[in-house]
């Protein structure tokens, strides 16, 4: 079978829905498909991608250029601009599949033609003006959680395939400590590292993890907090570490390329993340618990899907509730044996559910070729 992703992003920035594009097509392609990848004019790839899959970039207008008239519409024009150079590319290969990850693209049946079947993995909402009828052009639905694909029947009336997201688990896995990069970044050999590792965006909710940190059950414990990642927020998050007196308790550490993550877990004894989004899974809280960390995140979206609700994996906690949190991490912090089995616990939780192969061999067989 002949496959193609396309998403303009995949090859300009990093996230979960890229994240997940490049996995499945690895995956896909070793189980035998022929898999090639459509993205924007950039160079953001993967390392160690099989030269089997083909990848072709395109120009389009970012949507900062693109006049502000709301942000689906910026997002729509920055799809529509792609698709105007890589239709033809599109209806000339004779796929079998043309998979699609944004109700931004539901245009793309109609401006290619009914030759192929179209593919739509749902890792969020996205909803806008007129999708509905556009989706008429999808055959296959799928999404990376059940809570997601209740909001996606909600809303078109189709129930989608859940396939999960997953974890590369042979590189995210419990490694010996760094010391080396422990020492680079200032951490003493008797604190216990918090670690949040995304984008800096307001709705992933850091500043509660940087306020727990402050709160009165940690205030005394030798507690730090590590924030891998770069965004919008963090001038302002920086700003709070200030205000609360717990700047030098805070590592505001930057953008780290993804395959150089399992190193920082090494290095972390608790995950922390707080968000207040409706988020479809959580690929990063999924990573930090393959790296046989338990983690402390919120009770909200597809995150319970992931972490489980039976706290042998980790600690959900309400959105907002800073202390929760650090009630939370003041638990794992003061409890060894219990920190320690929880994270060997997460580790088999995402290695038995949730790993890019099992998501792959669940797509097709939502396809109905396997």
């Not at 994240?19 to 090639?36: F, I, K, N, P, Q």
């Not at 393959?290 to 992931?306: L, N, Q, T, Y």
């Not at 044996?337 to 994270?343: F, P, Q, Y």
Request: charged fraction near 25%; aromatic fraction near 10%.
């Amino acid at each position: 079978m002949r496959i193609a992703f396309v998403d303009v992003t995949v090859t300009v920035s990093y996230g979960g829905v890229q994240t997940c594009v490049w996995e499945l097509a690895r995956h896909l392609d070793s189980m035998g498909m022929e898999v090639h990848v459509y993205g924007g004019r950039g160079r953001i790839m993967p390392s160690g991608l099989p030269p089997s899959i083909k990848v072709f970039t395109f120009p389009f207008i970012p949507r900062e250029r693109v006049p502000d008239l709301g942000s689906r519409f910026r997002r729509i024009v920055e799809r529509l601009s792609m698709a105007v150079y890589a239709g033809r590319e599109l209806k000339g290969r004779g796929y079998d599949l043309i998979v699609l990850t944004k109700p931004f693209d539901f245009f793309l049946p109609f401006l290619i033609g009914r030759g192929p079947r179209y593919a739509f993995i749902s890792g969020g909402t996205d909803f806008f003006a007129g999708d509905r009828r556009l989706s008429r052009g999808i055959d296959h639905w799928f999404s990376v959680s059940h809570f997601n694909a209740y909001q996606i029947f909600s809303h078109y009336k189709r129930y989608p395939k859940v396939i999960y997201n997953g974890v590369d688990v042979e590189r995210f896995r419990a490694l010996p400590c760094n010391h080396g990069l422990k020492g680079s970044l200032g951490l003493e050999g008797e604190e216990k590292v918090l670690i949040y590792a995304g984008r800096l965006v307001g709705w992933k909710g850091v500043r509660f993890a940087v306020e727990a940190v402050g709160h009165p059950l940690l205030r005394e414990l030798p507690v730090k907090l590590l924030i891998v990642g770069d965004g919008p927020e963090r001038g302002r998050l920086e700003e709070l570490a200030s205000r609360m007196g717990v700047r030098e308790r805070v590592i505001f550490h930057g953008f780290v390329p993804h395959h150089e993550l399992p190193a920082y877990y090494s290095i972390a004894d608790i995950g922390v993340y707080p968000s207040i989004g409706d988020e479809a899974f959580g690929i990063s809280i999924a990573e930090a618990m393959a790296c046989g960390r338990p983690v402390v995140a919120s009770h909200i979206g597809g995150i319970p899907e992931v972490v489980g609700t039976e706290e042998t994996c980790g600690f959900l906690v309400s959105p907002t509730s800073s202390e929760e949190i650090a009630r939370k991490i003041n638990l794992l912090v003061r409890n060894q044996e219990r920190r320690v089995e929880m994270g060997r616990m997460a580790r088999e939780r995402i290695a038995g559910r949730f790993t890019w192969r099992m998501a792959a061999e669940r797509f097709l067989e939502g396809l109905g070729e396997r």
